[in-house]
């Protein structure tokens, strides 16, 4: 589903990212964790092609992000950490302008806007403008426009952040049945209990570099993924991947 071969992703003097390679594959809950400035946010956006790369390949359901970014973005949604969203639209105006862009069909968009607007609490809200929505409304916003054209790919930036325990829990349904359905999930995060609970596979990156990754028994072995990620981050030894 996803391949991100040799990645390197240069500012000035600093490798961002350097040399990363990880496979996400269909079915497949990938969480992607380091510290502050480890180089998931830049990873993240160099995959949904905010972001060019000096080197390397990314390659989405077979397309490259390069040569073909108009067809790869017609199957991944892309949630960052901080959703910028149009203040001056409804919630509902907004839902409808991201169903337009991928032509979703009107009897498609009613069914899914009611679906996911229900479940995350915000269906009374889609009349109000998103100037007036709290931190907490917005990402209940962008994560039902990521979901409204049914993308095969989900790559989002500290997902949680902001949503209250109950959208929480109803997000990691919903990734659940993604991928149960043959998707894949993609996401950084730094709220390691969820992640050692939520993701099939996980990758550790520190400085730019993957110093860790595989499936979550493998990664963490009889210890929490908290110490683990502890363990690597501060010994600052790369370990085999």
């Known amino acids: ?47 949904v092609g905010i972001l060019q790369f000096e080197e390397g390949e ?18 991944f949604a892309y949630i960052p950490d901080n959703p910028d969203l149009y203040d001056f639209m409804t919630g509902i105006q907004y839902l409808n302008f991201v169903a337009d862009v991928y032509e ?3 009897k498609d968009r009613e069914e899914r806007i009611h679906k996911y607007a229900s479940a995350f609490e915000i269906e009374d809200n889609l009349a109000e403008m998103i100037g007036a929505y709290s931190h907490g409304m917005k990402q209940k916003l962008a994560i039902i426009s990521a979901l409204i054209h049914n993308p095969k790919l989900i790559l989002m930036d500290e997902p949680f952040v902001g949503l209250d325990p109950k959208a929480s829990h109803i997000l990691k ?56 990620f502890l363990e690597l981050v501060d010994e600052g030894v790369d370990a085999n991947v």
């Open 173 to 228: 349904e919903y990734m659940h049945e993604i991928c149960a359905d043959g998707g894949a999930i993609f996401f950084s995060t730094h709220v390691l209990d969820v992640a050692e609970k939520l993701c099939d596979k996980v990758a550790i990156i520190k400085g730019g570099k993957l110093i860790k990754c595989g499936t979550m028994d493998e990664v963490k072995g009889d210890e929490s993924l908290e110490e683990v």
């Open 1 to 47: 589903m996803l391949e991100i071969k040799n990645l390197t992703k240069i500012y000035g003097d600093k490798r961002a990212v350097d040399g990363l390679t990880l496979t996400i594959n269909a079915g497949e809950v990938y969480g992607f964790i380091g510290h502050n400035g480890a180089g998931k946010t830049t990873t993240l956006k160099s995959i």
């Open 58 to 75: 990314i390659y989405i359901d077979g397309k490259s992000i390069k040569e073909q970014p108009l067809e790869c973005k017609k199957i």
């Open 104 to 106: 979703v069909s009107q």
